[in-house]
């Protein structure tokens, strides 16, 4: 069982900074891709911003040049660096990854979509 657990929520005012954490943990062998989507009240899920294994990153054009995404492939965790906040980065925040993990039943390889169970940013002053 692999899961993925966010942390870094938080409340913060408008122009703050915070960051968001995401931990993989389970039989993993491999983790491909890795996000952040988030969900503002009334909308739908929308990818915040991703980054491979090897480090290349997209951003929605929302949060560039304000949000950084990072990760660190031996702790099998991701980051987002979240800077000049404002009221419409208000949302839950869903960390995914791609994982290559031992199914239960076969013993052999598959891959897996994970997602945590979200993280709650609010800015307000």
């Known amino acids: 069982q692999v899961q993925l657990v966010e942390s870094g929520g938080s409340l913060v005012q408008p122009g703050g900074s915070l960051r968001l954490s995401c931990v993989a943990s389970?039989?993993?062998?491999?983790?491909?891709?890795m996000g952040w989507y988030r969900q503002a009240p009334g909308k739908e899920r929308e990818l915040v911003a991703d980054?491979?294994?090897?480090?290349?990153?997209n951003y929605v054009d929302s949060v560039k040049g304000r949000f950084t995404i990072s990760r660190d492939n031996a702790k099998n965790t991701v980051y987002l660096q979240m800077n000049s906040l404002n009221s419409e980065d208000t949302a839950v925040y869903y960390c995914?990854?791609?994982?290559?993990?031992?199914?239960?039943?076969?013993?052999?390889?598959?891959?897996?979509?994970?997602w945590g169970q979200g993280t709650l940013v609010t800015v307000s002053s």
């Open positions: 995914n990854a791609a994982v290559l993990t031992r199914d239960r039943i076969s013993g052999s390889g598959r891959y897996l979509e994970i």
């Open positions: 389970g039989i993993i062998f491999r983790i491909d891709t």
């Open positions: 980054i491979t294994s090897g480090g290349s990153t």
